[in-house]
């Protein structure tokens, strides 16, 4: 199972989470706050992007710099 905010990540509405699990839009997770900027990400502990990534549901492995450019592609 996915958590609400691996949906958001994936372009998925509240609307159509809530209709997926069959609640309500106020019963959701609340979403994620919005990621720092590239440069504070790369400031960042590797722990702290881990976090980050999988909260995402991105790839967390790899160096910082792989993690920052997956959650920051430019």
């Not at 019963?27 to 722990?47: G, Q, T």
């Not at 992007?49 to 993690?67: F, M, N």
Request: glycine share 4%; hydrophobic share 30%; aromatic share 4%.
């Amino acid at each position: 199972d996915y958590t609400d905010n691996q949906l958001r990540s994936a372009g998925w509405s509240d609307e159509q989470i809530a209709k997926e699990r069959g609640v309500s839009v106020a019963e959701l997770e609340a979403p994620l706050e919005p990621l720092p900027s590239k440069s504070k990400l790369l400031k960042m502990r590797k722990a702290e992007l881990v976090e980050c990534a999988e909260a995402r549901y991105d790839d967390s492995s790899g160096t910082k710099t792989d993690i920052v450019n997956r959650l920051c592609p430019d």
